[in-house]
């Protein structure tokens, strides 16, 4: 009898094999002792799968604080380019202020940065499937980390918008005005992670109220 051939999935980089390692540690099961990364990407456009990263900007919260010493930001020279985004963020194919890196090293050094952590993001499935993708361009799997987003977050605080139109999407501006967040540095990578920072822990408030809420309340 004939046994079929399968073909051995190979193995992933040394880097992800570094990182896949922090996840063999026991996780924190409070939102206190939880290290959350807050981190947003500015790209070439909204295809995941064909769009790149063009800046990535990612900080810590721990212990319910911004932990602004603790924070990654970097620019990514890419080939692929869209002139019609740079109305957006400013992001330049050459810009004599901003030194570059490749994708492969952006890619490594965010892996080191967040570990384990719980990452958060404003509509944050992007975000994640444009690192994902970047993964799987250097042979690597998938992020492992649990994650979260503000924008989910934020309908959870505000149960009548959830009665009368549980399909409304908010926007990160739409919740810089209900939140009363300053957008200062508005589509930076960096300046919009410190606003879904500050977004996400004035949820948290909310949240909160008269009750006490887990970390499985704010996982999505």
Do not use: W
Not at 64 to 76: D, G
């Amino acid at each position: 009898m004939r046994i079929p051939f399968f073909d051995k999935k190979p193995d992933p980089p040394e880097f992800y094999k570094t990182y896949a390692r922090a996840f063999s540690e026991a996780s924190p099961s409070t939102i206190k002792d939880t290290r959350f990364v807050v981190f947003d990407t500015e790209t070439t456009g909204i295809n995941a799968r064909k769009d790149r990263m063009l800046s990535l900007g990612a900080l810590e919260i721990k212990s319910n604080q911004i932990q602004l010493a603790k924070s990654l930001e970097v620019y990514v020279s890419q080939e692929i380019f869209n002139e019609e985004a740079v109305a957006i963020h400013g992001i330049l194919r050459q810009h004599r202020n901003q030194i570059k890196i490749s994708e492969e090293e952006t890619v490594k050094l965010f892996l080191e940065f967040i570990g384990n952590a719980v990452l958060v993001g404003h509509h944050v499935g992007f975000d994640i499937a444009i690192i994902n993708y970047a993964l799987k361009r250097l042979g690597a799997p998938k992020l492992k980390n649990k994650f979260t987003d503000t924008g989910v977050l934020f309908k959870r605080s505000v149960h009548l918008v959830n009665i009368t139109n549980p399909d409304k999407v908010y926007s990160l501006d739409e919740l810089c005005e209900e939140l009363n967040i300053s957008k200062n540095d508005r589509h930076m990578a960096m300046g919009d992670a410190f606003i879904t920072a500050l977004a996400f822990l004035k949820i948290q408030n909310r949240l909160r109220g008269s009750k006490k809420i887990t970390l499985k309340d704010i996982l999505i």
